[in-house]
């Protein structure tokens, strides 16, 4: 699985931003061309950042996910990913931590992520929701609730 993520300033968003997850490089290659074009054509709402130099080429990750994805033998069309949130210095840090494709699975890890030792920092883990080759220009963020 390719993760793609776009780093944004810490201090106005929570970042990185997740955009989408991709079965193959090919696809996930695509897609970031895909965002990118979509983000020089449109209104960019993370263009003007207080701290950070928008450079889309740069910003948008490709992240290999093998070590984060569980049970995953046979990807199916959506899956379910749980991130920490941490939040420390006015940054709010975003950490994807793993990928199931059960959703009582992605759910039993999260409760035992929350049961463990405590953090430095406040935090809370959420998990998403996501369709596997899609890329999200916006709508993604609503599902992080």
């Known amino acids: 699985m390719i993760i793609i993520e776009r780093k944004v300033c810490f201090y106005q968003y929570e970042s990185p931003i997740l955009l989408g997850i991709f079965t193959d490089m090919d696809k996930a290659q695509q897609a970031k061309k895909i ?3 979509y983000c020089k054509n449109s209104i960019d709402k993370y263009a003007d950042m207080a701290y950070e130099q928008v450079d889309l ?5 490709l992240i290999e996910s093998k070590d984060l994805s569980d049970n995953l033998d046979e990807i199916m069309e959506e899956v379910y990913v749980i991130s920490l949130f941490e939040e420390g210095f006015g940054q709010t840090v975003r950490e994807t931590l793993k990928i ?3 959703q009582n699975d992605a759910i039993q890890y999260m409760q ?3 049961s463990e030792e405590l953090l430095k920092f406040p935090h809370w883990y959420s998990m998403a929701n996501i369709k596997v080759n899609k890329i999200y220009f916006s709508d993604l963020e609503i599902l992080w609730d």
């Open 35 to 37: 965002y990118i074009q």
């Open 57 to 61: 080429e740069n910003d948008v990750k």
């Open 100 to 102: 199931f494709n059960n």
């Open 112 to 114: 035992a992520k929350e």
